[in-house]
């Protein structure tokens, strides 16, 4: 299984999924890595895995539009399979959308459907679930729809909330059981998809 992984920033989930493909924990390859971010730790990331990387966004390809094809282009040439939006900040376009319905998946550091929908991203969730009082918080992996946060989930993981804890220290346990999940369950799918 071929995966494209879109990021905006650091790229640590990306890391985790490198490094489980290296690892064989997962039967799949890490075969093109999308920023809209020209600097972003995932590129970087990219690079030194020797990852197939490009920068793409509004201003490298003239607006939206063109960006979308850009994006579809490149995963059509890489022949991806699944696409992975891990800190992705930007809605897909309607191309990549179509061509890749059903195959798109994305991470929520939430208990999906709450704490979710356009403005909830990272270390803000973890704020509004403190803010609610709520006792568990935890992560989602689901499908990408046309809408933020609103696909079917495939997977969640529960993470306790420590009457101690504060955005920064819940952040950084859900952040570790979001990584383990979406290991878990990217082997499930590569699983899958080798009978196929």
Known sequence: ???AVLASHE???LQAVIDACSEQKIDATVALVISNNSSSGALRRAALANVQH??????THGDDNGADNAMLKACLDQQIDLILLLGYMKKLGPQTLAAFGGKILNTHPALL???GGQGFFGRKVHEAVIAAGEVESGASVHFVDTDYDTGPIVAQVKVAVSPTD???TLEKRVKDAEKELL???LRELAA?????
């Open 192 to 196: 899958q998809y080798a009978q196929t």
């Open 11 to 13: 790229g640590s989930t």
């Open 54 to 59: 490009q920068h793409i966004s509004s201003k």
């Open 183 to 185: 290991v878990t369950t």
């Open 1 to 3: 299984m071929r995966i």
């Open 166 to 168: 504060d955005a920064q």
């Open 113 to 115: 459907p709450k704490f």
